[in-house]
């Protein structure tokens, strides 16, 4: 079998893609509804990125730069993986620089870098019902979207203030979209919420094995749930990045050796490495550059 | 009939011209009031534009029910739809996923079309109307999804009920019909989300 | 000092070099062909075939091969081949009535006509290993029935003719079958659909769900009407010839359950059925399919839904193994960003109530 011939560019077949193509038309008609559509098997596993691949398989062209990351990172395994995948069905330039890309397709983090007008940014998501775990039944959850019947939702929230003393939703943290469909931002964690809101660049979402996609136009009001005693906050990080030296990003914490050690670093590693590159230093760079003297 | 719409080609590459098309049309609906333009050269069948008949190819196919103006129905597009997308043509608007009309045939009210269900929004019916010109005509104010602000269309030969159906069309949310505007092998979208307002002379 | 991780790519070349290792094993013995695999291990390939819905007992066999007998991972490779294979039309339905018998058995009827045939089954071996195939030892060709291509009445017509069952559903004659693989699920779902998911359900699954009505959670006093096994046509009908044309023969196994009955006051009662069809020889996963498939049309007999196999939406949303593992098995994938949301979250919130601990202690 001459397999690689035999595929279509891109991988799906042109009525795939038309099937895809519909439904993120859709989407975008209406911000956060949750479009169901006729998800392929691919060939990699479920969970693992399906969704957002077949969205960025019906969106790519000849002429697209695409980037990959997965943790925000370009060189997780599953992130390389994906990306070799697109060059070798569509032959397509990739990058990892955020910059230069005009499709991203992500996996648990938005870029840290403001996205523009001529980026569409792809995510990858595990359960696109954002009512899911308070109601299992699709049969149910459709009713309550259907109805704009979000109560639950913030009875959830709230049964976190009373137990916490504050909203114990980190990550996945719910949105409402052009004040209508309450909405998964897929696991991203809620740092990220607010660089949804009014983004310059179109946002789709895919999800492979719940058969779903959905969408943010560019410019359009994406509201994380709150009260109004208990205000929506995102993560603060006491230190910089210690190799960049970067506040107001999303760090990862790096445990150095056994005896409690740890740094903090970007998660996003392109925007780490632009600003080295750009001389930016670190704390941890700092002090190696202080010994190499 | 069908042997002449045969041999008006559909798209020289069908891989590309379709993704490229499709993007176009992202960008529209997404991007609503910008004027888009389908990059790939296409000879219509008589009575469409060349940027309907891209959509067409697009996106129709076996799995979508195409209604057609009265114009576009006794031409030559049934038989070039079907034999390049393999998409049938209904009569009945109401189950209809597309809709294209040409610019002479009157526009029917909205409400003739599937508007989706409160349940199912996404089932309603995208309807794909070539006018006079996008340009030039009595100015429009957009804002909504997609939009940073505001922005303005002044499409020319919309129907005179157009402001009031689509107001009731809005007033639907999050069912209603989706709207793309065509001439020549331009394109604005108009999703069920926008808000548009005349403006004042 | 901290270097930060690279070389995904050289890692990922280097696990599959070392999974081409592990698969091939030593190389004093010879490599295994896809014909013994398709041959001798047969059942292994039925259930690919089965459950990645797609009849190609070679490719399969390739399937087993490359996945190192992994059957889940064999019936994902054989789905993701078939997903990308043009469609020219749907065949006519297989007529199971027509079938030649390997093998056919019935609890219901001591005796019957056409009889009951045993054929190819692990029924009454005595589950001794077998030191003979250790080696080639040579095996004597089989007996066979004088009058095995001869078609067999199905059980169900034989109650059928009493109307002691009821009828083989409502569809209409024009209705198409759906497909769970070409458009979007939805909840409730019609029975063609159903079927369609339970046949490519995981087989454990299957017989896990289907035991659970045996012991109660939602009982529907089954009997064995009919297992068959063999071989059916596939036709095509072809518009432009207007008449079938026969696309070869596939090996099916076919369960139908007789189930309590059901009357009303308007009705006579009448028993009912639950059914079971899968591709090649797998009598277990017929026989749960049948179980379930007779569980989940429990609302349709104005029955309570009481037990998880008569809950749709939980079973077909579970059944499907390819799914199912995918998603297990993502929990793999780095998930450090949402991690350190969490331990952010529980640091300070420890450290709240430390502190709260310690105003009390002062306080004291």
């Known amino acids: 079998m001459t397999a690689l011939a035999d595929y279509n560019f891109a991988y799906l077949d042109e009525q795939t893609k038309r099937m895809i193509r519909r439904a993120i038309l859709k989407a975008i008609a209406i911000p956060g509804y949750q479009v169901p559509f006729a998800s392929r098997e691919m060939p990699m596993p479920y969970g693992w990125g399906t969704g957002g691949v077949q969205v960025t398989a019906a969106i790519l062209g000849p002429h697209d730069v695409l980037k990959v990351i997965d943790q925000g990172a370009d060189d997780t395994t599953n992130a390389v993986s994906i990306r070799a995948f697109f060059q070798k069905v569509a032959d397509v330039a990739v990058t990892t620089k955020t910059s230069e890309a005009t499709i991203i397709q992500t996996r648990h983090r938005i870029p840290e870098e403001t996205l523009g007008e001529n980026q569409v940014l792809v995510y990858q998501v595990p359960i696109p019902e954002p009512l899911r775990f308070l109601e299992p039944r699709e049969t149910e959850t459709r009713q309550m979207h259907a109805l704009e019947e979000y109560g639950l939702m913030h009875v959830k929230l709230y049964e976190d203030i009373a137990r916490h003393g504050r909203i114990a939703t980190t990550y996945a943290y719910p949105v409402k979209v052009a004040g209508r469909y309450v909405m998964d931002p897929s696991p991203t964690p809620k740092f990220d919420n607010p660089k949804m809101n009014q983004s310059a660049a179109l946002q789709l979402f895919g999800a492979g094995r719940e058969k779903r996609i959905y969408a943010v136009p560019p410019y359009t009001d994406v509201v994380s749930l709150d009260f109004e005693d208990h205000p929506f906050e995102v993560q603060t990080f006491e230190k910089p990045c210690a190799l960049c030296g970067a506040r107001h990003v999303y760090l990862d914490e790096v445990v150095l050796d056994d005896k409690g050690g740890r740094m903090f670093v970007c998660s996003d590693t392109d925007y780490c490495e632009t600003r080295r590159e750009e001389g930016q230093r670190g704390e941890m760079l700092a002090d190696m550059k202080e010994a190499a003297e | ?201 | 000092m901290y270097v930060a991780v690279k070389g995904g790519e050289t890692a990922i070349a280097n696990a599959h070099q070392l999974l081409a290792d592990r698969r091939r094993g030593n190389r004093d013995l010879p490599a295994i062909t896809i014909e013994q695999i398709a041959e001798q291990l047969a059942l292994s390939v039925d259930r690919v075939m089965a459950e990645a819905s797609l009849y190609d007992r070679s490719l399969a066999a390739l399937a087993v091969k490359q996945s190192r007998g992994d059957l889940i991972e064999a019936i994902f490779l054989l789905r993701a081949y078939r997903t990308t294979l043009p469609r020219f039309g749907t065949s006519e339905p297989i007529n199971t009535a027509r079938m030649q018998i390997e093998r056919r058995v019935s609890a219901t009827y001591k005796d019957l006509p056409g009889g009951q045939l045993l054929g190819p089954t692990f029924d009454y071996t005595h589950r001794l290993l077998d030191p003979d195939l250790l080696h080639d030892t040579p095996v004597e060709a089989p007996v066979g029935r004088s009058d095995a291509d001869e078609p067999v009445m199905r059980v169900s017509e034989i109650l059928a003719g009493e109307g002691l069952i009821e009828a083989d559903g409502e569809l209409p004659s024009e209705h198409i079958a759906g497909d769970l693989t070409r458009e979007p699920m939805e909840f409730p779902m019609p029975r063609d659909l159903r079927l369609q998911a339970l046949a490519r359900g995981d087989e454990g699954f299957l017989l896990a769900l289907g035991y659970s009505t045996q012991r109660g959670y939602g009982r529907t006093h089954p009997f064995v009407g009919e297992i068959r096994i063999g071989l059916v046509e596939v036709e095509l009908d072809v518009p432009e010839l207007g008449f079938a044309v026969s696309l070869g023969e596939i090996r099916v196994t076919e369960c139908q359950m007789v189930n309590q009955f059901k009357g009303s006051a308007k009705a006579p009662p009448q028993f009912t059925r639950g059914y079971g069809l899968v591709f090649g020889q797998s009598e277990r996963k017929a026989m749960s399919m049948s179980l379930v498939d007779r569980a989940l049309r429990t609302q349709e007999f104005g029955e309570d839904v009481v037990a998880p196999a008569q809950d749709e939406e939980f079973v077909i949303s579970h059944c499907d193994n390819v799914q199912a593992t995918g998603f297990v098995e993502h929990l793999k994938l780095p998930h450090y960003v949402d991690f350190q949301a969490e331990l952010d979250l529980v640091r300070r919130m420890r450290a709240k109530h430390a502190q709260s601990q310690h105003h009390q202690e002062a306080a004291e």
């Not at chain 2, 469409?48 to 195409?66: E, K, Q």
């Open chain 2, 1 to 201: 009939m069908v042997a002449t719409a045969t041999l008006i080609p559909g798209f020289a590459d069908p891989v590309f011209d379709a993704q490229s098309s499709f993007r176009a049309a992202m960008d529209a609906l997404s991007r609503p009031g910008t004027i888009q333009q389908i990059g790939c050269p296409l000879t219509p069948p008589k009575g469409l534009s060349a940027a309907s008949a891209a959509l067409m190819l697009t996106l129709c196919d076996y799995d979508t029910p195409v209604y057609l103006s009265a114009a576009l129905a006794q031409g030559a597009v049934p038989g070039w739809l079907g034999f390049h997308a393999g998409a049938k043509v209904t009569s009945d608007k109401s189950n209809s996923a597309f809709a294209f009309f040409d610019k002479s045939s009157p526009l029917p009210a909205f409400s003739q079309f599937s508007q989706g269900t409160q349940d199912y929004p996404d089932r309603s019916t995208t309807i794909v109307l070539e006018v006079a010109s996008l340009e030039g005509g009595a100015r429009l104010s957009l804002s909504g999804p997609g939009i940073k602000g505001a922005n303005e269309i002044s499409p020319v030969g919309l129907p005179a009920t157009f402001l009031d159906q689509w107001r009731a069309n809005r007033a639907l949310f999050p069912r209603g019909i989706d709207l793309i505007l065509t001439c020549g092998n331009r394109l604005i979208g108009l999703p069920r989300t926008v808000n548009i307002k005349a403006l004042e002379v």
